[in-house]
């Protein structure tokens, strides 16, 4: 995957922020925490991981279902940016 080759360090950082969020409600379950601060940490930990979905996503159709060098007025490229946003909205 060309794009996350490039941006590898970037995407490692963010793995290693959600593996804290994660470790974090480990830590909360594990300590009998109260309920609305284990779901508060689901829902971040949910928020954090779709987020690098969704970029994931939009990385893999820019550069591997676009034809290279993709005209950026082209109907397949304004038809790809209509998928990644709705991709986005629904990831939310």
């Known amino acids: 995957m060309a794009h996350t080759a490039r941006e590898k360090e970037k995407l490692i950082r963010r793995v290693r922020r959600i593996r804290g969020q ?31 979905m969704s970029e994931l996503i939009e990385g893999h159709i820019l550069f591997h279902v676009l034809p290279p060098r993709q005209n950026k007025d082209s109907p397949q490229a304004e038809a790809a940016e209509e998928v990644i946003d709705v991709v986005r909205t629904y990831l939310r």
């Open 22 to 52: 994660v470790e974090a409600l480990e830590r909360a379950v594990q300590d009998e925490s109260r309920c609305a601060e284990i779901l508060q940490l689901v829902a971040a930990c949910r928020g954090a991981l779709n987020s690098l």
